[in-house]
């Protein structure tokens, strides 16, 4: 083999090299650079998930604050509402009390109005001997009434008639005057009132049955309670 032969074969050795590096350069350069998308669509996607689960995070926050809005809204809602009733049902027993102290005004209904309420409470109490207090304008009344008023009970609880004595010591108060309406339902400088009616007690003052015309609005207005806001209820969803 002359020297070019062996420079030729040198040749093609160095091209076959040249081609086998080339080749596993252009391998090493492809894996490289899959290996680089792979690794960046890993980043890309867990970027993605933190971003939609920070997206989801956020979401539920404003979703809670919502229903946090929305139940307070509904809770002042119900407040205005109920308030609203509540100025309606005062209103309402303002109005009745405000009834209550023309009772007393006529004369002839009245005295028959203490002595039903004499009765009621001596059969309340069937004691022999009672303790009657009242007002000090009503006692001229009810002296008219006494008499019959014990023979009615003594005929209905088929007893002898009780002994009732009024109590001139301490009387109920007075109602109060027309311009003050619309604050008797506070203690306050004007004190406390009656519009009428009466309280009696046992001698010995462990029995008491109380049977004043605002005790028995009171008693009333509790019955009809359920039934008033019931109807005020209906009123405001029609």
Do not use: W
Not at 14 to 38: D, P, T, Y
Not at 78 to 93: E, F, G, P, T, Y
């Amino acid at each position: 083999m002359n020297d070019t032969d062996v420079s030729k074969q040198i040749q093609q050795m160095v091209r076959f090299i040249r081609q086998e590096a080339e080749e596993k350069a252009n391998e090493i350069s492809v894996s490289a650079e899959e290996e680089f998308n792979i690794e960046k669509l890993q980043l890309v996607e867990a970027e993605k998930k933190k971003i939609r689960q920070e997206y989801e995070r956020k979401q539920k926050q404003v979703e809670v604050r919502k229903k946090i809005e929305y139940s307070m809204q509904l809770n002042a809602s119900r407040i205005k509402v109920l308030q609203a009733q509540d100025d309606v049902v005062n209103s309402m027993k303002e109005a009745a009390a405000k009834e209550l102290l023309k009772v007393s005004e006529d004369h002839h209904d009245y005295r028959k109005l203490l002595k039903n309420l004499v009765v009621q409470s001596l059969l309340r109490l069937k004691e022999p001997a009672v303790l009657l207090r009242c007002r000090e304008d009503d006692v001229h009344h009810l002296e008219h009434v006494l008499d019959s008023a014990k023979e009615e009970y003594a005929e209905k609880a088929n007893v002898h008639a009780p002994e009732i004595i009024i109590d001139t010591n301490i009387y109920l108060p007075p109602g109060p005057h027309h311009h003050h309406l619309f604050s008797f339902h506070h203690h306050n400088e004007h004190g406390p009132f009656c519009a009428g009616g009466i309280v009696m007690a046992s001698r010995d003052g462990k029995i008491v049955c109380e049977n004043t015309l605002d005790a028995r609005l009171e008693v009333v207005f509790r019955k009809k309670l359920p039934e008033i806001r019931k109807q005020l209820c209906s009123q405001i969803t029609a």
